[in-house]
């Protein structure tokens, strides 16, 4: 089956048609894995692509996302019904105190693209809305957010509270103020400047679990 006009309707950011030509892809006989290993993901791949070579730019790539959003809103009750295993899942989330999101969706972005589960609590989270989720969707890696420089010390906040609850889940940062150095005191186990990075360091994280 060619997915050739699904990938670019997602590529142009055309979530209606998106939508409409995943579930047509579907009642044509694609199984939704196929739709999504063959169709979606090497065109959010692309998107990834050609925003890492400045050939786009963060507009372009949002609106890709929520094309990708609308897809998967369609193949989700579908993946759910087979044998279908993403690579591993990530859980996302912007700290308390902090209501930005531009960067933690690009990063839920860019892990979808690469075959990634992404589970996005949203802005302004605090420690026990994380271990909250950590204990409901038992994600491979945590993912903290933060752009300012008064609300990235939180994060530390959530790490030691996964410690005490005993939750063992590695915990990325990122957000401009955020440096390798202070992931380190803060006991995370790496961070990321963009979102390729983020992509690359849980592939490394999870690659080294498994080894």
Do not use: W
Request: hydrophobic content about 45%; overall charge neutral; glycine content about 10%.
């Amino acid at each position: 089956m060619d997915f050739t006009d699904l990938q670019q309707a997602l590529i142009r950011g055309d979530h209606v048609a998106t939508a409409e030509l995943t579930g047509k892809a579907v009642q044509a006989g694609a199984k939704p894995t196929q739709v999504l290993d063959l169709g979606l993901l090497p065109a959010m791949q692309a998107v990834g692509k050609r925003f890492r070579e400045g050939e786009i730019y963060l507009p372009e790539v949002l609106v890709a996302a929520r094309a990708m959003k609308s897809a998967m809103a369609v193949l989700d009750p579908l993946l759910a019904a087979t044998s279908y295993v993403p690579k591993g899942s990530v859980l996302l989330g912007t700290v308390k105190g902090d209501v930005h999101d531009i960067g933690k969706n690009l990063v839920g972005v860019m892990l979808r693209g690469a075959g990634f589960k992404v589970i996005d609590i949203g802005t302004g989270c605090n420690a026990e809305r994380f271990l909250q989720a950590v204990r409901e969707h038992r994600p491979d890696v945590v993912g903290l957010s933060a752009l300012l420089t008064t609300t990235m010390t939180y994060m530390k906040t959530v790490i030691d509270a996964l410690r005490t609850a005993e939750e063992r889940v590695p915990v990325i940062v990122g957000g401009a103020p955020v440096s390798a150095s202070f992931a380190s005191e803060i006991g995370a186990a790496g961070s990321a400047r963009t979102a390729a990075e983020a992509v690359e360091l849980v592939e490394r994280l999870l690659a080294g679990r498994s080894s």
